[in-house]
């Protein structure tokens, strides 16, 4: 069981571009929970998956999309990235209760 | 406003020693209680879970406690290593759908010398 994982490791963009950030949750997990990390703060909620339905979201704009496919698997969409965006990205899986997470994307806005 | 304090912001220690980290929380209803250890730039890992009806869990040197009556809860590290040096995070799960909202503390960075 490779666990969850995450791509990429690390990506670069600049200010006003698009990104896209990749997980796939351990297996026999269900649910995929995204997490925007600034550097020496804790993890902040962006939203939940379940059942390829966004089912709860946490306080970011609109700018911030997700999608969930068949197979669990989850996208994590950033449009018009400002340099704010510059974080550690983190998503983690779960069935029920204990969430697993992956190594997390680091993405640097320039 | 529901809300996880962690105490202390960051802690030194000696290998070998013991320390404590403190959780304070605000969350309710309250789901269950999660600390994690996570390495710089790397992903959470979990350390223990402890839902209402617990009140302590061990997973080798490290021992949580929990009281849901005062919300709090601690994290104990015996006999400390130098690769403990790491953050730990509180995480409060609030609800009881298991579909969770949680809500992390913003960390304890530790810190073992040798």
């Known amino acids: 069981d490779a666990g969850v994982t995450q791509s990429p490791t690390h990506l670069i963009k600049t200010r006003g571009q698009q990104v896209t950030l990749r997980c796939s949750p351990k297996?026999?997990?269900?649910?995929v929970s995204w997490y925007q990390q600034a550097l020496g703060q804790g993890p902040q909620f962006i939203f939940q998956?379940?059942?390829?339905?966004?089912?709860q979201r946490g306080n970011f704009p609109d700018r911030f999309s997700g999608h969930q496919f068949p197979n669990y698997s989850s996208e994590l969409n950033v449009n018009a990235l400002l340099l704010g965006d510059s974080a550690l990205y983190l998503c983690?899986?779960?069935?029920?209760?204990?969430?697993?997470f992956g190594p997390g994307t680091r993405l640097t806005v320039l | 406003k529901n809300q996880v304090e962690q105490s202390p912001q960051s802690l030194i220690i000696l290998e070998g020693k013991n320390c404590t980290l403190q959780?304070?929380?605000?969350?309710?209803?309250?789901?269950?209680l999660r600390w994690y250890k996570q390495d710089t730039g790397r992903g959470p890992v979990s350390l223990t879970i402890?839902?209402?009806?617990?009140n302590t869990k061990s997973n080798g040197r490290y021992t949580a406690t929990l009281d849901a009556d005062t919300k709090q809860s601690s994290l104990h590290i015996t006999a400390s290593q130098l690769s403990d040096s790491a953050s730990y995070i509180c995480v409060v799960s609030e609800g009881n759908t298991g579909g969770f909202k949680t809500i992390f503390g913003a960390g304890t960075r530790l810190f073992v010398k040798a």
């Open positions: 297996s026999g997990h269900d649910t």
């Open positions: 998956y379940y059942e390829e339905e966004e089912r």
């Open positions: 983690a899986s779960s069935r029920r209760d204990t969430q697993y």
């Open positions: 402890m839902t209402f009806s617990e």
């Open positions: 959780c304070n929380y605000t969350v309710s209803p309250f789901s269950n």
